[in-house]
């Protein structure tokens, strides 16, 4: 659903490259929702691994409670690089604008990386299903990372 056009919107109009402009910064909003939600799958999965620790602490099992614990810090740190990755922002009159298409290219880096934070999730939840180690998962979050890493690298050739 397309929003009412406001005041400021009716003056834009008669700027140039207004439009533009604001097709982009609906799309830097839409990013930034996009890594909330992300951020919030992974906060979500480190909170599972918590109740499965608990549980495992209660069985004496410590081995497996730590191997789980070393994989709640990875994605402790996981969920502070999504939700503090940075972002394709530029103002209006900024002279490093990021183009639609560059920030089309932000969002298939964004589309892999949900796929790999969505494989993270569904693995540490059937992991814990079967009370099994958890160290497959490690690659999965380095896949990530990477995804992260990857998006930052792409998002700072402009600054």
Known sequence: MERRKNF?????SLIRGYKGYVIREEKRNTDKKLRDELAKRI??????IIDFQQELIKKNNITLCQEWDLLRKTVDTLFSKIKYAAHGESSFFSENQLKENELDEIYNLDLKLVENVDMVCT???SCIQESSNPKPINKMVRDV????DNRTNYINTFK
């Open 8 to 12: 400021f919107d009716r003056i834009g």
């Open 43 to 48: 906060e979500n999965a480190k909170l599972m």
């Open 123 to 125: 693995s540490v939840e």
């Open 145 to 148: 990372e990477l995804c992260i």
